[in-house]
Structures are given as C-alpha cells and as structure tokens.
C-alpha cells in the first residue's frame, strides 16, 4: 500500500512539473523568443517548496499558510507597480529599474537576445529591459506572476501596470545616465549602464533644443517640438530605431520646421531666433548620417 502511495506521489509530481515546464514554455513564446526563465526547476522549487517525489500539492493558499515563495513573487511586483502609479517614475529613474531588476530575479527571468541600442543593462550582461519597449516589458512580467497565481489556484490577480509614459522615461532615462557620465566616482561603481540609441538621443537633444527656446520661436515651432514628443511615445519610439523610420521622421520634421519658418515671417521675422532655427536644421541633417543600429 505504501508502494503504490509513493508511486502515485511520484508520478503526480512529474505531471505536476511537467505543466510547469509547459507553461513556462508558452510564456517563453508569447514573449516572441526574448525572454527565457533561466531555472526552471529553482523557480519551481521557489513557488512549490515543499513539492517532491514523496508529496505534491498543485494549489498554494493566499493566506499565508503556505510556505510558498510566491508571495515575496506577487510582493514585488505589487510594489513595482505601487511605484508607477505614486510616481509614474519621475521622482526616481533609478529605482524604477531596481524595481524591474528585482522582478526580473524573483522570476529568474533574463533576455534571451543579444544586447541592443536602447537596452539597460546590469552588470554588463544582464539586460533588465528596453527603453522603447519598457511598457511591454514590465507588463510581461506582470502577466507572468497572474499566470503562475493562477497555476496556484489563486484567483486574485495584479492588475496591468498603468500606462507609462514613453517619452518621459527616455528623457529621464538620458538624462539619468548622461549625468552619471560626469561623476567618476558613481561610473567607477555603476551597477547599470546604457547602450545609447545615437538615433533616440538625437531627437532628444532636438526637443531639448527646441523646449529651450525663447517665446517667439517656440511659439512659432510649437508643432515640430510636439512632433518630437509624439515620435517618443511608444506607439513610434521603435520607428526611430530603424533607417526608414528615421527618414519618414526626419521628413515630416522638415515639412513642420519649415512652415513654421514661412509663417513666421509673415510676421514675425524680427523675433525668431535664427541660432535655433539653423541647430534644428543642422540636427536634422546630421541624424541621417547616423548608422543603423546593430546588436552587441
């Protein structure tokens, strides 16, 4: 009798981690190849701890009996999006990619491509997420801790992470790293660093450029500088990533800057400042040159 209990204990458990492994598999393919759970059998082993060939469970109480790793999982990811919603990650740039790291490792999720231009990479190696894509990214995740809550049994789930603002993070997200440039001291102990899209920080000195004109002339250019603001949302960031994106770009900001040239002056010849006028032309044409991207 104890024989044949052990024996249905034995296979009841490779079942059980066989549906694992399946489901990790399709999560794998709705991430279109990029992501891969780097141990499968330690995050198996950290939301079912007290599975083995002698006894398996197939549910995981939400009221803290359970020894399960699952809620530290669901703990992080609540507080990655808590974040999001409190600060939509203008107060701090830094912890919002602590935040993906950490969620990144409580699932032992890692990229599965090549590093390339716009990813944020920790410790040279680890890629914790893509800027143009970081919406998509984070979400993922998300999904990733309902699926296995719902593989528990449980059917409380997290919700979607609020919408993040693309153009916000890629400023913020410059800026953030171009200031760590300027301190020797923090470079020589940086945790992340960030492969540079030489397209993406074009457009961002552009609008820099622009929102730091004087009255008159960003009045005038107000269209070019929110067209440069809509080409960093996340519906067209990714279109800056690729040479025909860049040219359909650089052409419609051609058309914008030069019928707020020609309406100014009509009337306000006197007042535009010609110095702005030739950097965001000169800028426009420099980006261009710029070669297409490669992975590392």
């Known amino acids: 009798m ?14 059980h981690y066989g549906m694992f492994n399946d489901l990790l598999d399709q999560l794998e393919r709705d991430s279109h190849g990029e992501k891969t759970f780097s141990s499968r059998s330690a995050l198996y082993k950290k939301v079912f701890p007290d599975n ?3 006894s398996c469970s197939t549910s995981i109480k939400n009221d803290g009996t359970d020894s ?31 935040d993906v790291a ?6 032992n999720i890692s990229m599965a491509r090549p590093k390339k231009d716009g990813d944020i990479v920790r410790h040279g190696s680890f ?37 993040i603002s693309t153009a916000h993070l890629i400023l913020n997200c410059e800026n953030h790293f171009i200031a760590l440039r300027y301190s020797e001291e923090i470079n ?42 809509q080409s960093l949302s996340s519906l067209n960031a990714w279109k800056l990533m690729i040479p025909e994106g860049i040219s359909a770009f650089v052409e419609r900001a051609n058309l914008y800057l030069s019928n707020g040239v020609e309406f100014a002056s009509a009337d306000h010849a006197e007042d535009i400042n010609n110095e702005t006028i030739n950097s965001v032309r000169k800028e426009l044409l420099n980006i261009q040159k710029i070669n297409v991207p490669t992975e590392l």
């Open 102 to 107: 950490e969620l990144n490792d409580a699932l």
């Open 127 to 163: 890629i914790v997420f893509n800027i143009v894509d970081v919406y998509r990214d984070v979400n993922f995740l998300v999904d990733v801790v309902n699926t296995l809550s719902n593989f528990c049994g449980r059917s409380e789930t997290l919700k979607s992470a609020p919408y």
């Open 188 to 229: 020589s102990r940086r945790v992340y660093e960030y492969i540079f899209s030489e397209r993406l920080s074009a457009v961002v000195s552009m609008y820099h450029t622009l929102n730091a004109a004087d009255g008159t002339t960003k009045s005038v250019l107000k269209p070019l500088l929110d067209y440069y603001w």
């Open 52 to 54: 083995d060939f002698e």
């Open 2 to 15: 104890a024989y044949q209990v052990s024996r249905v204990n034995f296979e009841k458990y490779k079942i």
């Open 68 to 98: 399960s790793g699952l809620d530290a999982i669901s703990s992080v990811a609540e507080k990655l999006i808590s974040n999001l919603i409190d600060s939509g990650c203008k107060n701090s740039f830094r912890q919002f990619i602590d």
